[in-house]
């Protein structure tokens, strides 16, 4: 079992930055790919970012790309996302997500596939 708690949310101007962490429980986090993945009201849950279980390849929806970046830190069980030049659409509940097959190639971008889920954080941009 793996536990995730986002954390690093909240309100900010446009144009503006944050970083989310999401710390994992569990010595397998290390071998698990990682996403992001956010909720608007009234939409989908959607994807935003993942990173391999090395690190070494990372993905991003390309409503992001440029402006968010994804990392992760195995020796502290945690993985980021930067969130540069805030735009209002990026508000919504940011979840973190592992996906629990142990050292795949690549990470995948379909939230189906991701087995543990965090609870998520509000990040609210405001115009």
């Known amino acids: 079992q793996v536990q995730l708690v986002e954390s690093g949310g909240g309100l900010v101007q446009a144009g503006g930055s944050l970083r989310l962490s999401c710390a994992a429980s569990?010595?397998?986090?290390?071998?698990?790919?990682m996403g992001w993945f956010r909720q608007a009201p009234g939409k989908e849950r959607e994807f935003v970012a993942a990173?391999?279980?090395?690190?070494?390849?990372?993905y991003y929806a390309d409503s992001v790309k440029g402006r968010f970046t994804i990392s992760r830190d195995n020796a502290k069980n945690t993985v980021y996302l930067q969130m540069n030049s805030l735009k209002p659409e990026d508000t919504a509940v940011y979840y973190c997500?592992?996906?629990?097959?142990?050292?795949?190639?690549?990470?995948?971008?379909?939230?189906?596939?991701?087995?543990?889920w965090g609870q998520g954080t509000q990040v609210t941009v405001s115009s």
């Open positions: 997500a592992a996906d629990s097959r142990p050292f795949a190639v690549v990470a995948t971008t379909t939230p189906a596939l991701y087995d543990y």
């Open positions: 569990g010595r397998t986090f290390r071998s698990y790919a």
């Open positions: 990173i391999t279980w090395s690190g070494g390849r990372t």
